[in-house]
């Protein structure tokens, strides 16, 4: 089941929202490159669990470019605040 959220009008004039919401209805996987902890993780868009865990981000957005140039996509690279620091597409 898909939970649809509703989001603040700031964020949906975010073109990087929109881009990130149209690529998920279009059932692409994205990689994105999230912190957890200590440590770095790269997952899907479509994964609950993340595809593989690194000690640093670098290692990690090595790692999701990769991904995302063999599977013709997009890494999306956040910071540890939350936010996106880099979206790069292999499209």
Do not use: C
Not at 10 to 32: D, E, W
Not at 47 to 56: G, L, Y
């Amino acid at each position: 089941m898909i939970k649809r959220i509703r989001l603040k009008a700031s964020v949906k004039n975010n073109k990087q929202v929109a881009a990130y919401s149209k690529a998920v209805r279009s059932g692409a996987k994205i990689q994105h490159v999230v912190p957890k902890d200590k440590s770095w993780v790269v997952k899907s868009t479509s994964s609950i669990k993340a595809t593989r865990i690194f000690n640093t981000q670098k290692e990690a957005i090595d790692y999701g470019k990769k991904v995302a140039k063999n599977n013709k996509t997009d890494v999306i690279v956040y910071g540890r605040n939350g936010k996106i620091r880099e979206r790069t597409s292999y499209k």
